[in-house]
């Protein structure tokens, strides 16, 4: 069981938006920055979002974050069909020392 | 840019030690990075594994930090990762990762590609 909560799927239709939602306490996301990351089908980890919401260079502005308390927030616009992955939220864990994941969403583009 | 790639044996047997390697190209094991493994057992989600800095500084995942032991060799510009007494449950994709972390602030920006460990005899 993950320390980050995120439900297991979502999904949208192409060209609609699409939140992925992360739970977690006040020793992680409440008091550290959170990241996002896509996993397309075979292929590594992409960093999406870094300290709650920037964006690395190369990312488009279709994917925001967020972060209120203790949960965080992944917005995705204008889905594409390429959009399709799991999505992961991380942050540090103050009281276990650790690095955290959650559980993964998968997203499906109807 | 920095690459980075993992190498090392596909199948370990059980109780046995998983090693791999991570080789940096593109940039400096010396730079301000931590470097990072990270699983993904087949059908479940990441598990952060543990990160060395290039002074030798170590963070460990408390549920492997038993078995868990990372290098860094500066003349070869690689790090590793040994576990110990491996058993099925650590059958996974095993990830290394070039992160960020200071105060608050923690992520990974490069990724490996990748690379099938299987536990099995």
């Known amino acids: 069981q993950s320390v980050l909560t995120q439900p297991p799927s979502v999904s949208a239709a192409p060209g609609q938006k699409v939140t992925i939602s992360c739970s977690g306490s006040s020793s992680n996301i409440g008091n550290n920055y959170v990241s996002w990351y896509q996993r397309l089908p075979g292929t590594a980890p992409k960093l999406l979002i870094f300290e709650n919401n920037k964006r690395p260079s190369g990312i488009p502005d279709r994917f925001s974050g967020s972060r209120s308390g203790t949960s965080a927030t992944l917005g995705i616009t204008g889905l594409q069909t390429g959009d399709e992955a799991d999505y992961y939220c991380g942050t540090w864990d103050s009281s276990l020392s650790a690095g955290v994941f959650g559980g993964g969403t998968k997203l499906t583009v109807l | 840019q920095v690459q980075l790639q993992e190498s090392g044996p596909g199948l370990v047997k059980p109780s046995g030690t998983l090693s791999l390697t991570c080789a940096v190209s593109g940039g400096s094991i010396r730079s301000s990075d931590w470097w990072t493994w990270v699983r993904q057992p087949p059908g479940k989600g990441l598990e952060w594994i543990g990160e060395?800095?290039?002074?030798?500084?170590?963070n460990y995942n408390p549920s492997l930090k038993s078995r868990v032991t990372m290098s860094v060799d500066k003349s070869k510009n690689q790090f590793s990762l040994n576990l110990s007494s491996v058993t099925a449950a650590d059958t996974a994709v095993y990830y290394c990762?070039?992160?960020?972390?200071?105060?608050?602030?923690?992520?990974?920006?490069?990724w490996g590609q990748g690379t099938l460990v299987t536990v099995s005899s």
């Open positions: 060395i800095y290039h002074s030798g500084s170590t």
């Open positions: 990762a070039s992160g960020t972390h200071y105060s608050t602030t923690w992520y990974f920006d490069y």
